[in-house]
C-alpha cells in the first residue's frame, strides 16, 4: 500500500498485528477476535469488475519496516503479508 505522511495506515496495521500477537507481552487474541473477510476487486481498464475475490479469516502477519531520510519527496511505499484460510472466486 501506499502510505500518507502522517503513517496512519502502517500504524492501524502495526496494532493489528500487535493485537493478534504481542511478543513484547507474550500475549495475544483468538483468531475469531482478529480475522476478518475481505473482497478483492479486479477490474479491467475501463473500469469494469471482471472479477472478484472473497478471501476468507484474513489477518496481516508481518509488515516491513520503511527507511525515511528526507532527502526526496516519494511517495511511501510499504510491503505487508497477509495470512488466510481459503479463496472464494466469482467471475462476473
Avoid at 29 to 57: C, G, M, Q, R
Wanted: aromatic share 10%; net charge negative; no cysteine.
Amino acid at each position: 500500500f501506499v502510505e500518507t505522511r502522517d503513517s496512519t495506515t502502517r500504524q492501524q496495521i502495526r496494532d493489528w498485528i500487535k493485537f493478534a500477537r504481542n511478543n513484547s507481552k507474550n500475549a495475544g487474541h483468538y483468531k475469531s477476535d482478529y480475522a476478518v473477510n475481505a473482497i478483492l476487486y479486479l477490474y479491467d481498464d475501463i473500469p469494469n469488475i471482471t472479477n472478484e475475490i472473497k478471501i476468507v479469516n484474513v489477518f496481516p502477519t508481518g509488515l516491513e519496516d520503511v527507511a525515511m531520510d528526507g532527502s526526496n519527496s516519494n511517495l511511501i511505499s510499504v510491503s505487508m503479508t497477509l495470512a488466510f484460510d481459503w479463496t472464494e472466486e466469482s467471475k462476473n
